[in-house]
T-cell receptor, first 114, second 119 residues
Framework: AQSVTQLDSHVSVSEGTPVLLRCNYS??????LFWYVQHPNKGLQLLLK??????LVKGINGFEAEFKKSETSFHLTKPSAHMSDAAEYFC????????????FGTGTKLQVIP | GAVVSQHPSWVICKSGTSVKIECRSL??????MFWYRQFPKQSLMLMATSNEGSKATYEQGVEKDKFLINHASLTLSTLTVTSAHPEDSSFYIC???????????????FGPGTRLTVL
């Protein structure tokens, strides 16, 4: 069984300030973890993924996330928010190996204030 | 690489009609594709897993006779919403898994989505 919890449904930051989107997961097996971004009425774009290599994962557009097994967390961060970062962000977990389904978090809406 | 397309991107239909949505993997082969449904301001909910050459596996609560899935080739899966009603109006998103990466990281590549509005 697996699950993912996004702790904040809505995050608001000022342009140029750091971004932190929180995600905790639960998995019976070694997980693969992903962060996706979705702009309004658009599909999902992969930001980054953790696949049991380095625990600090760097993604596109300056985002990164750190896998912390002891805390079962995979928080998404960015040093400086840009207006174009305003979107919905989904944390996703999948058990590694086999034809495993993925489980989506409920999403965090990021608002960037000019 | 790893591009998934959906067609149409949006469709409006009358209640009682059927609508077919196509999902294609453009530059890779996918033995497994997934269909999701997303209501406004909500997360994606998995509807079914589509396996090439075999029957789809539906999630609990999803009517298989209403949402017909066909995965006839390694690059195409279709979702047909039969006898559509206004409550079927939603954003439908497909994803595909590269057959070469099965068993590794289970990354899914997502299509851009199809907005269905049933009048």
């Amino acid at each position: 069984a697996q699950s993912v919890t996004q702790l904040d449904s809505h995050v608001s930051v000022s342009e140029g300030t750091p971004v932190l989107l929180r995600c905790n997961y639960s998995s019976s097996y070694s997980p693969s973890l992903f962060w996706y971004v979705q702009h309004p009425n658009k599909g999902l774009q992969l930001l980054l993924k953790y696949t049991s290599a380095a625990t600090l994962v760097k993604g596109i557009n300056g985002f990164e996330a750190e896998f912390k097994k002891s805390e079962t967390s995979f928080h998404l961060t960015k040093p400086s928010a840009h207006m174009s970062d305003a979107a919905e962000y989904f944390c996703v977990v999948s058990a590694a190996g086999g034809y495993q389904k993925v489980t989506f978090g409920t999403g965090t809406k990021l608002q960037v204030i000019p | 690489g790893a591009v998934v397309s959906q067609h149409p991107s949006w469709v409006i239909c009358k209640s009682g009609t059927s609508v077919k949505i196509e999902c294609r993997s453009l530059d890779f082969q996918a033995t497994t594709m997934f269909w999701y449904r997303q209501f406004p301001k909500q997360s994606l909910m998995l509807m079914a897993t589509s396996n090439e050459g075999s029957k789809a596996t539906y999630e609990q609560g999803v009517e298989k006779d209403k949402f017909l899935i066909n995965h006839a080739s390694l690059t195409l899966s279709t979702l047909t919403v039969t006898s559509a009603h206004p409550e079927d109006s939603s954003f439908y998103i497909c994803s595909a898994r590269d057959r070469r990466e099965v068993g590794s990281y289970n990354e899914q590549f997502f299509g851009p989505g199809t907005r269905l509005t049933v009048l």
